[in-house]
């Protein structure tokens, strides 16, 4: 099968598998223990957590490992003081949700190319504005957001700022300090570390609620006894070099738009993650697309993993105001490491053939 769907997860690197094993094994001892075991296992999770910092530009003390991305939001959003949250309406469900549950929350527009425009969150702040949260980079167009100049403006309001930064972290250069964010959220299985495992960066200074209780591990932020080995294996992929997926994603696009009529890329007008673009494919449905791929050896997507099946168009593609027809018929390519140029022709060549079969059989273009 040729991958083309790093978006929504990857596979475990190598380097990653083996230190994730090495430690399974060797170090099972509770990192809480004041045995020789467990003082080993506590080794591996400050070492890890010395690389996450390290790929985030922050202290060590500033990291929460977290189960996951999901959590790491979570955390974020419950986590702030009580008021009112503003965040953009293009975010992951695991933050939209999040809003939802909290209550007493604006959303932010974004514009054609699917960004957020600083005068939109300047109108939004009011008094009691205690939390602002927009994603670094968007899961389905790759898109990244203005977060340093956003979260200037927020604490200048007073309000704290989070960032989903999910689909980034491993991509793009993350410097939470430059960017200015108080919150910042990751996820392992985006950047070749296993699943079950993810971070919030907590800026220090910053008093977070609790949101689960038990020990007080992780300097009271998240209680439960630490995933040494997945922990290890995420500080692991976070000291992987970056792949260089540019020329890549580039070659996707320049042949798609040059070989099949009637083709667009959504956010092309905006900074991208250098690894994902979304296409649509006019006159076609998106899932009998991803189907025909699926059968002819490559994996691709038509939007976010968690909103698989979903027959309504996708609210990011509809947010920037993609018509509905348009938006039912796009499909996200996200490459990453271990692609190659070989691969990116045969998927366009499969592409070509797919799109042209479907189109004879669509209404739209009998």
Known sequence: MNYFDHNATTPIAPEVLAVLQQVQTECFGNPS???????????????????????LGCGPKEVVFTSGGTEADNLAVFGA???????????????????????????????????????ELRAALRPDTVLVS??????????????????????????????????????????????????????????NAPKGVGALFVKEGVKLAQRQFGGRHERERRAGTENVPGIAALGAAAALPRPDTQA????????????????????????????????SFAGLAADALVIALDL???????????????????????????????????????VGRGNTPHQVDALVTALEAAVARLRKLSPAHA
Do not use: W
């Open 33 to 55: 223990s004041m045995h020789a075991l467990g003082q080993r296992a506590r080794q591996e999770v400050e070492k890890a957590r010395a690389q996450v910092a390290a790929l």
């Open 248 to 279: 890549l994603r580039d070659r996707l696009e320049a042949l798609v738009l040059a070989r099949i009529p009637e083709t667009r890329v959504h956010g092309a007008g905006a900074p991208r993650t250098p690894n994902t673009s979304n296409i």
């Open 81 to 119: 003081p009580a008021g009112h949250v503003i965040t953009s309406a293009i975010e992951h469900p695991a933050v939209l949700n999040s809003v939802q549950e909290r209550g007493n929350f604006s959303l932010l527009p974004v514009n054609r190319d699917g960004l957020v425009a600083p005068d």
């Open 134 to 191: 927009v994603m670094h980079a968007n899961n389905e167009t790759g898109v990244i957001q203005p977060v340093a100049e956003l979260a200037a403006i927020a604490h200048e309001a007073g309000a704290l700022f989070h960032s989903d930064g999910v689909q980034a972290a491993g991509r793009i250069p993350v410097d939470v300090a430059a960017l200015g964010v108080d919150l910042y959220s990751i996820a392992g299985h985006k950047f």
């Open 296 to 334: 002819a050896g490559f994996a691709v997507a038509t939007g976010a993993a968690c909103s698989s099946g979903a027959t309504r168009p996708s609210p990011i593609l509809t947010a920037m105001g993609v018509p509905a027809d348009e938006a039912k018929a796009s499909i996200r390519f996200s």
